[in-house]
């Protein structure tokens, strides 16, 4: 966590030093250009463009041999191959870009998803993870005066997967009520210091909410 703080405020720095984005170019024929523009995956019906100075891992790892080996393919859990870089396509100040539908989409996409994680976490296809728990060994030097200014919030996020369903972009209402029943059961049964309520955004009083 300290590191990403690092790195979003040498990205904002960086981006005051320079006086904001750059332009966008103009769409050239045969493509899709890439915006906010895009509002459905049925108008990827072509390469995407991108304009001038993106910078997100879509942008950099999608080739149109890439493109063209995978548009109109599905994961296995029926994912569109389209869905998963929707989000790149429309926001083309994003950071990485791509969402997989399925665990089974790191493989049956294994070419666009290899390439990205071999940018960004600098993993190739035979590396393996390795987790330090031991608090102690942590190296987080205190943040200049600067720095500490610019920190309004933070929070910590824990995201876990169920293996039987879909990842955010192909997931169904339906499932998504499931994976909160089972989740909510689970966590009725913690004991101790782990004991709490749950309590779901459905049926939330609006005294709770306040």
């Known amino acids: 966590m300290y590191d990403g ?18 332009a966008a170019a103009a769409g050239a024929a045969g493509t899709v250009k890439a915006g906010p523009h895009l509002k459905d995956i049925n108008q990827l019906t072509g390469f995407l463009e991108f ?10 790892s999608l080739t149109k041999e890439i493109w063209e080996e995978y548009k109109g393919k599905k994961d296995k859990a029926g994912v569109p191959f389209e869905l998963m ?12 870009g791509v969402y997989a539908g399925s665990h089974d989409s790191y493989t049956t996409f294994n070419k666009l998803f290899d390439k990205i994680i071999l940018d960004y976490h600098k993993h190739d296809t035979a590396a393996k993870h ?10 987080c030097p205190p943040f200049t005066e600067q720095e500490a200014s610019m920190i309004l919030s933070t929070r910590i996020r824990v995201g876990r997967n169920l293996a039987e369903f879909p990842l955010g972009p192909g997931i169904s209402k339906d499932q ?7 989740v909510s059961g689970v966590l009725s049964k913690f004991t101790g210091e782990l004991a709490g309520k749950y309590y779901s955004l459905k049926t939330m009083s609006k005294e709770d909410q306040n």
């Open 5 to 22: 703080v690092k790195a979003m405020m040498a990205a904002e720095l960086a981006l005051i030093k320079k006086g904001g984005a750059p």
């Open 51 to 60: 304009p001038a100075g993106t910078t997100s891992a879509l942008c950099k």
């Open 85 to 96: 870089i929707m989000s790149g396509a429309q926001n083309v100040d994003s950071g990485i």
């Open 130 to 139: 390795v987790s330090n728990m031991n608090y102690k060994e942590l190296v």
């Open 176 to 182: 998504r009520n499931k994976v909160e029943t089972m």
